[in-house]
């Protein structure tokens, strides 16, 4: 019998850790390869690990609530065969974890820091977990630097701040750092409100939390502003009927209308690149892939972004085939941390909704967003060779939310023009 130790795999380029949610099996159950043995969390998406060998688990080594490094071992299972930590080397050659330099944590954590919260700085680094628990306990950044970690490289762990809290009373009160000039806090802290009789009191989850935060964090740093305009998609709307009946029998998968959208969003972002950036202190990052987010609904509620990944380099049917499998995983709690991982544009169909236009939150670290409405019928005036003409037309309002520190309205309204031309002028001989 051969030790082998369960790693906690790569998860996506950024991702270094995950919380511990709950382990599927437990200590002495055996196991099958493929077999999902524990459900864990990043600040993107719930997941599973499989296990890549079959085996006996004889010691859970991340209990629930505890973070785990990527790389990090998480359990040991007993395997059949020799040669010690043979598997392990195994694991790691199949999954390389890779230490990134300083430059690449520079990189990696400079965003980050930029958009830390009001009430943490950037200049400590914490887990979803300790964070959340900080916040749950109104930890201020002055208290929380005074706590000596334990981690890697001197960070809190879950225990160092719940001992902190457990003798919080008994502590001296921490001394306020040497006053640092900067900007002026855009928000105060929320009033707590006391619930009346009769209200019901429904605490947040953790992904609701998360959706919280990050919303504050996005409006926080940036400045938004938002176009609208009104298409005429009489022309989409008459090739998907033509073509959607076709397209599910010879693929299996339903026609919407989102393929055709991200095909004129990603049209649109090629003639206008710098609407694909990102900013890091004081530098423009141009992004290379159009990496399209979307904007999901899940049945619990909550929100995800799941992102196709290289829009530009995928047909009308790619696109189709792929928006339809990352909204079923969606929905099915299926998505892998890296489907959520890497977008640098992002489309909100609030008409999904029957709503006829929002204006949405700039996911960060992006820097637009591209809500679309209902399609109505609607009567509309039309310029023809004899006249104007009154007609029933199908008609749907965007809307354009963009960051002002770098998109102004003339590259923030051009962008959302040429949407609407691609989507008015639709070919309705285009091959699917």
Request: hydrophobic share 40%; no cysteine.
């Amino acid at each position: 019998m051969a030790e082998y130790k369960l790693l906690l795999p790569s998860m996506g380029e950024g991702v270094m850790e995950a919380t511990i949610i709950t382990w599927l099996f437990n200590e002495g159950d055996s196991v099958k390869e493929d077999d999902s043995v524990v459900e864990i969390a990043t600040d993107k998406v719930d997941s599973d690990v499989p296990t890549p060998v079959s085996g006996k688990i004889v010691k859970i080594l991340k209990q629930k609530d505890e973070v785990a490094k990527v790389g990090e071992a998480i359990a040991i299972l007993e395997i059949e065969g020799e040669g010690g930590n043979t598997a392990t080397e195994e694991v790691k050659a199949e999954t390389p974890v890779t230490t990134p330099d300083a430059e690449t944590l520079k990189t990696i954590e400079q965003p980050l820091q930029v958009a830390a919260s009001t009430e943490f700085s950037g200049d400590l680094y914490l887990s979803p977990l300790v964070k959340s628990i900080a916040q749950q306990e109104n930890i201020s950044e002055t208290e929380l630097k005074s706590i000596k970690g334990s981690g890697l490289e001197g960070r809190i762990t879950k225990e160092d701040i719940l001992a902190y809290v457990s003798n919080r009373g008994n502590q001296p009160a921490p001394q306020a750092a040497p006053a640092v000039s900067k900007p002026a806090a855009t928000s105060a802290p929320a009033a707590t409100i006391t619930a009346a009789a009769g209200d019901e009191i429904i605490p947040m989850d953790r992904m609701r939390k998360i959706i919280a935060e990050n919303m504050v964090k996005a409006k926080q740093i940036a400045p938004h502003v938002t176009s609208f305009i009104e298409t005429d998609v009489t022309n989409v709307v008459k090739w998907r009927n033509k073509n959607k009946a076709v397209f599910e029998k010879r693929e299996g998968e339903k026609l919407t209308f989102m393929p055709i959208f991200v095909k004129a969003v990603v049209k649109a972002i090629q003639d206008f690149p710098m609407i694909n950036v990102s900013i890091s202190g004081e530098n423009i990052i141009k992004k290379k892939n159009i990496n399209i987010g979307m904007a999901t609904a899940l049945p619990d509620g909550n929100l995800i972004v799941p992102v196709i990944k290289n829009a530009d380099q995928l047909s009308l049917s790619g696109l189709a085939k792929a928006i339809n499998d990352l909204a079923y995983r969606a929905r099915n709690k299926k998505l892998r941390p890296e489907d959520t991982q890497g977008a640098t544009y992002t489309i909100s169909n609030v008409g999904s909704f029957g709503n006829l236009m929002g204006t949405p939150i700039i996911p960060q670290p992006q820097v637009a967003i591209l809500a679309i409405g209902a399609i109505v019928k609607k009567p509309a005036v039309l310029e023809t060779a004899d006249g104007d003409v009154i007609a029933i037309r199908n008609l749907m309002f965007m809307s354009h939310s963009y960051d002002h520190r770098v998109v102004d309205g003339s590259l923030g309204g051009m962008m959302l023009k040429h949407v609407h031309d691609y989507l008015e002028n639709w070919d309705l001989n285009t091959e699917i």
